[in-house]
T-cell receptor
Framework: DGGITQSPKYLFRKEGQNVTLSCEQNLNHDAMYWYRQDPGQGLRLIYY???????QKGDIAEGYSVSREKKESFPLTVTSAQKNPTAFYLC?????????????FGPGTRLTVL | KNEVEQSPQNLTAQEGEFITINCSYS?????LHWLQQHPGGGIVSLFM???GKKKHGRLIATINIQEKHSSLHITASHPRDSAVYIC??????????FGTGTRLQVFP
């Protein structure tokens, strides 16, 4: 089955530790995205990648980093510089970059920093 | 003011009722998306439209470009329709702008 996988589903970390969230897709999509969801707010774009070996900052990139070394994979690292990292993180992909394409989402990772 | 506004924020219904969720936006768009977020957090795309109306099963989505407004209708609602419904628009940056969602609960 084609789709997007994110792991783990729940993640707990101590304050000051970096943590990496996994996102893998087997849809052969060029574009991938990371969003953050907080209660009462709409999804906000952290980083996106239009094609392998390329990525761009979204609206709230501070304290996060990404890589896109393979088409299938777009891991997100939450660094200790992120002031309020506890949130629900969603990865998505589209055939090519742009909001005019159907969005495919992963199941999400809920990160709690203690 | 948010660029994408949804109403109502919360909605409860009895099984079988006709449901309408509204989305208004203030930017020029190339497409509007309706998404469904299940209690576990996963999101699925229901519709993507730029004009007119689309129907899939009991779900109908309409958009009025001139009025910058879209509606999502659910006919013969069922408890399994309980979820958060999210409207998102693609503006001139080609990135999505999301509404805050409408939480729907359908009771048997």
């Amino acid at each position: 089955d084609g789709g997007i996988t994110q792991s783990p589903k729940y993640l707990f970390r101590k304050e000051g530790q970096n943590v990496t969230l996994s996102c893998e897709q087997n849809l052969n999509h060029d574009a991938m995205y990371w969003y953050r969801q907080d209660p009462g707010q709409g999804l906000r774009l952290i980083y996106y990648s239009q094609i392998v070996n390329d990525f761009q900052k979204g609206d709230i990139a501070e304290g996060y980093s990404v890589s896109r070394e393979k088409k299938e994979s777009f891991p997100l690292t939450v660094t200790s510089a992120q002031k309020n990292p506890t949130a629900f993180y969603l990865c998505a992909s589209t055939t090519s970059f742009g909001g005019h394409n159907e969005q495919f989402f992963g199941p999400g990772t809920r990160l709690t920093v203690l | 003011k948010n660029e994408v506004e949804q109403s109502p924020q919360n909605l409860t219904a009895q099984e079988g009722e006709f449901i309408t969720i509204n989305c208004s936006y203030s930017v020029g768009i190339s497409a509007l998306h309706w998404l469904q977020q299940h209690p576990g957090g996963g999101i699925v795309s229901l519709f993507m439209l730029s004009s007119g109306k689309k129907k899939h099963g009991r779900l109908i989505a309409t958009i009025n470009i001139q009025e910058k407004h879209s509606s999502l209708h659910i006919t013969a609602s069922h408890p399994r329709d309980s979820a958060v419904y999210i409207c998102a628009v693609s503006g001139n940056t080609d990135k999505l702008i999301f509404g805050t969602g409408t939480r729907l609960q359908v009771f048997p």
